[in-house]
């Protein structure tokens, strides 16, 4: 009987970790989601194949089966089927504990998919990263690139992955290297203006609204992107703050560093800046539409606005 269970809310460790399971398997993959998988797939799934062909079985965030699904798994356990490899990835918090529990009595292989918090973990991924690519960096430029963007595991894989691309084969990646990456990069996003202006800091979202226009940001990506961090913000402020962000993650259906980020934010925010910032948003995503003469300058209005709101 083989089991891998990937434990913990760090989807690129996860859906890395799926990949190279996949990669390396020759067996027919079905791959389920808890959170939409029907009562009766799982079952359907893991049943014995006719011709004992060789199966991968992947089921994505466990934790979000109905009840009535972890039976489908725990009676697979007590009566596995040699020919069949699962997988399942449970994205942590309290529910599903007692199906995880069944899972690791059946003594799989663990992978560990935990958020990295600690700089210096983030420092070892992206060392590693570099190691996969079959590159070398200066340690600069690590501590570079992570200051820059160690907030976003997706964000730092990706960055990591180009300036292997777009650096010089053979050649040792510098912090000047990494430099100029940042400096050029088309990916100043609306969400890089977003937190510069739910942070409070109107010069700094200024000069990032300008740099994502000119870049070639569609100024109604910015919108929704501050539309969404908006939205984000608002859900994390009806938890209880005595409530961890991984234990919140699934209920709020946003990764752990999310909520943690939602929350330093919230400082600069109040109910009714947060009720005052959404009018704020619905008239700039009119006027940027059509409703104003001059989007760009409503656009700028509404970042200054939105800002200078988050210091009151």
């Known amino acids: 009987m083989a089991i891998t269970l990937i434990q913990g809310s760090e989807e690129v460790l996860a859906e890395r970790a799926i990949t190279e399971i996949t990669r390396a398997s020759t067996a027919t993959v079905t791959t389920l989601d808890g959170e939409s998988t029907e009562l009766g797939a799982i079952t359907d799934a893991l049943a014995p194949s006719l011709f004992g062909d060789a199966r991968l079985i992947v089921i994505k965030g466990i934790q979000d089966l109905v009840s009535d699904a ?33 899972i690791k009595k059946a003594n799989p292989e663990l992978i560990a998919a935990e958020a990295l918090k600690k700089e210096s973990d983030k420092v070892d ?37 180009q300036l292997a691309s777009d650096t010089p084969a053979g050649s040792k990646i510098s912090a000047a290297d990494v430099e100029k990456f940042q400096q050029g990069r088309i990916e100043t996003t609306g969400f890089d203006v977003a937190d510069a202006v739910l942070e409070g800091k109107t010069d700094q979202a200024l000069i990032t609204l300008r740099r994502a226009l000119e870049t070639g940001v569609d100024p109604v990506l910015i919108i929704t992107a501050l ?24 209920t709020l259906g ?27 948003l619905a008239q700039a995503d009119a ?26």
């Not at 725990?74 to 199906?99: C, F, I, M, Q, R």
């Not at 990263?129 to 200051?147: C, N």
């Not at 539309?227 to 699934?250: I, M, Q």
């Open 70 to 102: 972890h039976d489908e798994i725990t009676s697979y356990l007590a009566n596995p089927d040699e020919s069949v490899h699962l997988v399942v990835w449970h994205k942590g918090g309290v529910k599903g504990k007692a199906l995880l529990e069944a």
């Open 125 to 161: 991924f992206v060392k590693s990263e570099f190691k996969r690519l079959g590159r070398t960096i200066d340690p600069d430029a690590v501590s570079a690139i992570v200051s820059a963007l160690g907030s976003d595991m997706r964000e730092l894989a990706g960055v990591c992955s």
């Open 227 to 250: 539309a969404n961090s908006v939205r984000t913000l608002a859900k994390v402020s009806s938890a209880s703050r005595g409530v961890k962000s991984f234990e919140l993650a699934s």
């Open 254 to 280: 946003l990764p752990p560093w999310q909520i943690d980020k939602a929350r330093r934010q919230l400082a600069n925010q109040t109910p009714a800046s947060l009720a005052k910032a959404v009018g704020t």
């Open 287 to 312: 006027e940027i539409k059509g409703a104003a003469g001059d989007p760009l300058y409503a656009l700028e209005r509404a970042v200054i606005s939105l800002a200078r709101g988050a210091r009151a």
